[in-house]
C-alpha cells in the first residue's frame, strides 16, 4: 500500500467516523420519530460505505452480500416508519382537558 493509499485511506475513515457519530447524535436527541429515522438511515448507509471502503482496500467482494442486507433493512425499516406516521396523522387528536366537559 502506498502513502497516497494509506492516507486516503485514514481520511475516508476519519470522515466515516465523524457522519457516524453524528447521525448518533441525532438518534439520541430526536426530536421526532422523522428524525431518528433519517438519521439511522444515514447511519446505515455510512455502513454500508465503510464496508465498500473495505471491499476497495482490501480487493475483495465477498461482503457485497452483506451491504445488500444493510440496504434492504434500511429500505425495509424507512417503509415501516413511513406508515406508522402516516397512520398516527391521520388519526383524531384526544380532547384537550379544557374541552372535556363542556357542551
Known sequence: MTVVNAALLIAAGAGLTVTA???IIRIVRGPTILDRMVASDVLLTTL??????????RGHTDTIPLMTVIAAT??????????FVKRRAEQPAP?????????
Open 21 to 23: 457519530l453524528a447521525a
Open 48 to 57: 454500508m460505505l465503510a464496508v465498500g471502503a473495505d471491499m476497495v482496500a
Open 74 to 83: 434500511a429500505t425495509l425499516a424507512t417503509i415501516v416508519v413511513a406508515r
Open 95 to 103: 380532547p384537550q382537558p379544557s374541552e372535556v366537559g363542556h357542551v
